[in-house]
């Protein structure tokens, strides 16, 4: 009741930003002790992404119920996990038989379930176990937990999120504002480049990444990073490059033993943060996010997305583009085009 009466002071609040006793109800309004309930699961939670992200979601004070779900050992992780005394009650799951009830009541479900890369393989080398195992989880999300927010980590995230997708709409679910492709990663790696090339502190920095999660897919908008830099023309190419290959140094140092999860699993948690921010009406809360666009031509795009209560609120345009930029975005859409199709014939086929 306290809450509740709280929140509408705090909505009302809102909508006048610019008094000082706003935010002071905004804090009380959206601190742990107020905050709304939350589920979130995640599937893949005894993985090398899984297991930090559990953790660091365990940390999240906008969680009430975490729940943990894999095939194997999850017992372990949750039993683990649950002695950390933080907000949310964490319960585990394993098995098809109780993927339902790790479901139940999601609000936002993570995917970091599926094979990862080992050195030489492309992440669409991945296509032919992660797409199957991803059109069975977005089943059991459709039934469910049909209004949960969706956040796809598994690769190729290009394709997977496109699957995702066909499956909902055949089961009569699809909400194209509640599903997400996760870049977060490609954003996290733009910012520690740029600040280390700009000597600039990075706790400032943003950059946003879009296109896709490949490759040259992968998009960084260093014209519009900030704080602003008079970095070089080859500086620039260089840092798009690590960038884009930055998954890839990842799974050539780690020699066979899978690619980015420590990493990953902070992007991750950045992300589905901004999720839970979006959901409980906290405002212009941004992250870049792959989903469906009408930005460009391609059905699905990765850019800047104002999060709401519904997911998606706007999807924001690419800004004012550099040459090499504008020619990184005409050079990246027939790749991206294929891995989207690729993707939803699959799901229509199966
Ligand atoms: N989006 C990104 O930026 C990004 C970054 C890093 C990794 N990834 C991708 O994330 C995925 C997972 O990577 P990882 O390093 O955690 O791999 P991992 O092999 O360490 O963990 C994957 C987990 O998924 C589980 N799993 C397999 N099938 C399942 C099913 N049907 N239901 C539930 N769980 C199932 C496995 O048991 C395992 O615990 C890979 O596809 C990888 O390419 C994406
Ligand atoms: O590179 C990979 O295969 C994993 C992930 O997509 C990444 O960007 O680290």
């Known amino acids: 009741m306290r809450t509740s ?34 589920k979130v699961a995640i599937l893949g939670a005894a993985g090398g992404i899984g297991q930090p992200l559990a953790l660091l979601m365990k940390l999240n004070p906008l969680v009430s119920k975490l729940s943990l779900y894999d095939i194997a050992g999850t017992p372990g992780v949750a039993a683990d996990v649950s002695h950390i005394n933080t907000r949310s009650e964490v319960a585990g799951f394993m098995g098809e038989d109780q993927l339902g009830q790790a479901l139940e009541g999601s609000d936002i479900v993570i995917i970091p379930a599926g094979v990862p890369r080992k050195p030489g393989m492309t992440r669409d ?21 049909p209004n949960a927010l969706v956040n796809m980590i598994s690769n190729p995230v290009n394709s997977t999120v496109p699957i995702a997708a066909e499956v909902f709409k055949k089961a009569g679910t699809y909400d194209e504002k509640k599903l997400f492709g996760v870049t977060t990663l490609d954003v996290v790696r733009a910012k520690t480049f740029y600040a280390g090339k700009a000597k600039v502190p990075v706790s400032e920095v943003n950059v ?12 960084p908008l260093f014209s519009q990073a900030t704080p ?13 490059k690590r960038t884009q290959d930055g998954g890839t140094e990842v799974v050539e140092a780690k020699a066979g033993k899978g690619s980015a999860t420590l990493s990953m699993a902070y992007a ?19 992250e870049c996010s792959f989903v469906q666009s009408n930005v460009t031509e391609l059905t699905f795009f990765a850019s800047k997305v104002r999060l709401g209560k519904n997911g998606v609120e706007e999807v924001l345009g690419l ?4 040459d090499y930029e504008k020619q990184g975005l005409e050079s990246l859409k ?7 199709e690729k993707g939803i014939k699959f799901a229509s086929a199966n």
Do not use: M, Q, W
Request: charged share 20%; with cysteine.
């Open 5 to 38: 009466v709280l929140r509408s002071v705090a909505e009302a609040a809102l909508r006048n930003r610019s008094s000082s006793s706003s935010s002071h109800l905004l804090r009380r309004c959206y601190s742990s002790e107020s905050a709304p309930e939350r």
């Open 125 to 145: 080398d991945l296509f032919n176990i992660n797409a199957g195992i991803v059109k069975s989880l977005c089943t059991a999300i459709a039934k469910y937990c």
């Open 208 to 219: 946003p990444v879009v296109g896709g999660h490949a490759g040259i897919t992968i998009l």
């Open 228 to 240: 602003k830099s008079n970095l070089a023309d080859d500086e620039i190419a260089a840092l798009t």
């Open 268 to 286: 991750g948690a950045v992300f589905a943060d901004a999720c839970l921010k979006g959901l409980n009406g906290v405002p212009d809360v941004v």
């Open 319 to 322: 800004g004012p583009l550099s």
């Open 334 to 340: 027939p790749e991206l085009k294929a891995s989207i």
